[in-house]
């Protein structure tokens, strides 16, 4: 049974500073995806892993995909308080098969703080 | 373009009752998925299904839960006589096929009294 797990779980950092939330998962992953969810609302889409040493950045958040390690990170950069959320993990792994089904990490709920 | 559009947003039940959720994907998506987000966790897949048919449902519960895409109209999920525990959001995403990200609805809000 696949498992992705993410740490920390909570995260409560300053604006400007950096940090990184990991995502770990367990068996061989087609691709991993990033996502983002406010209080109440929706998931909203941020990456799209595809393969050995990607990277994507956009804005202040960047993540990158080490398929051999099975680790992807999200590293923010000098946070604001508009990243405030819960932040996913999400692999995409179907017995080899790939089609869509996503097993999520627990979450990430990142507060930043003046 | 519209988003993954779901229904109701909030929908409050008492013990035994039926609740029905319903999601229209984006145009042109013709893979609907159904996530439940228990509080304080992440979402766990539920069931996947194209046109008229399921393809898995290994996420589903065995007994009063039930969904369909029928070809006309949206993706239903059904649950029957509802129990405390069945308390959560349920979110509905779509994708045009499996190789891309999958866009989210708002999610209906399940509350049972």
């Known amino acids: 049974e696949l498992k992705v797990e993410q740490n920390p779980l909570f995260l409560s950092m300053q604006e400007g500073k950096n940090y990184t939330i990991y995502c770990n998962y367990s068996?061989?992953?087609?691709?991993l995806y990033w996502y983002r969810q406010d209080p109440g609302k929706s998931l909203e889409s941020l990456f799209v892993?595809?393969?050995?040493?990607a990277v994507k950045q956009e804005g202040r958040l960047m993540a990158s995909l080490d398929t051999k390690a099975r680790l992807s990170t999200l590293h923010i950069t000098a946070a604001v308080h508009d990243l405030s959320a819960t932040y996913f993990c999400a692999v995409d792994n179907a017995g080899g098969t790939s089609y869509g089904k996503l097993t999520f990490g627990q979450g990430t709920i990142l507060t930043v703080h003046p | 373009n519209a988003g993954v559009m779901q229904n109701p947003r909030h929908l409050v039940r008492r013990r035994g009752q039926e609740a029905r959720l319903r999601c229209s994907p984006m145009k042109g998506h013709s893979h609907v998925y159904w996530y439940r987000q228990l509080p304080e966790e992440g979402l766990k897949f539920m069931v996947y299904?194209?046109?008229?048919?399921?393809?898995?449902e290994s996420g589903m519960p065995k007994e009063r839960f039930s969904a369909e895409f029928p070809k006309e109209g949206p993706s239903i999920l059904r649950i029957q006589q509802v129990v405390r525990g069945d308390s959560a959001a349920y979110f509905c995403?779509?994708?045009?096929?499996?190789?891309?990200?999958?866009?989210f609805g708002d999610g209906t809000r399940l509350s049972i009294l």
């Open positions: 299904l194209q046109k008229e048919n399921i393809i898995d």
């Open positions: 068996t061989t992953s087609d691709r």
């Open positions: 892993l595809l393969s050995n040493g």
């Open positions: 995403a779509s994708s045009p096929d499996t190789n891309q990200p999958q866009h």
